[in-house]
């Protein structure tokens, strides 16, 4: 096994009280059932996003069809789709009064549509119960059937399309097994030809191997298909049965590849240790005048 790596000073999270908010939410998330990434994946911003009213919620339940060894998220048989998910979901984000909400899934690779459908009722019922909330989706690949996906979704798009890269090409066999880099571009292209005032977004990890340029040229073909916004974070091994950390990036490499994403033309970049695909992601479509 490759040694652990000590955490750099950068990476601890500085230990603020959370706030009553960040309360409240949590007790109206356990009386509905619901679950968030944020909670999930112990994100290190759960305090301030709660905080803000905003969070990250997983639909279509908690077992992925696929087994990314950097995931913490489950793996097996999926549930059968909850028809209630999307009345539930609305409710609760009414309840919260949340102003911007990300909307992802586990993949379901064992539904014809990927979810695709799902999705879209999901955002009819949020934008019914709350017109003013803004709506991100953080989709699965829709394992490249990604035509069949975009007319579903035109029925009701989000306000940003997020599909996460997560890795460079080299390293998907390892890290992405039954994904497709190509798959995953061309989803963000069609779907920014598809809907051209819609920003598209996408996310990387760093930590998993790969080199500097590689990433850059990762960011080079997001923008040349057509991707405004980009996230980059730290790859943290959620346990020792997970890719290990192969380095932790320096915050000077991080504003490195901040300066760069602004040259190639993203709207937004949010990149540094901490960032998480929703990190910030209200001030993010706020820079692309979605809020
Ligand atoms: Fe949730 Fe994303 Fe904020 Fe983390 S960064 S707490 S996952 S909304
Ligand atoms: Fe995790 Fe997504 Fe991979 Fe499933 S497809 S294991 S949810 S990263």
Redesign the pocket.
Known sequence: PAPLLRKPEWIRVKAGSPSSRFYEIKDILRANKLV????E?S????????GKG???FMIMGDKCTRRCPFCDVGHGRPDPLDPDEPDNLANTIAALKLKYV?ITSVDRDDLRDGGAAHFVACIERIRQRSPGTRIEILTPDFRGRDDRALDILSAAPPDVMNHNLETVPRLYKQARPGSDYAFSLNLLRKFKQRFPNIPTKSGLMVGLGETDDEILQVMRDLRAHGVDMLTIGQYLAPSQHHLPVRRYVEPATFAMFEREAYAMGFTHAAVGPL???????DLQAHAAGVA
Do not use: D, L
């Open positions: 968030t990434v944020c909670e994946a994100c290190p911003n759960i305090g301030e996003c709660f905003t969070a990250t990300v960032v998480r695909s929703s990190y910030h992601a």
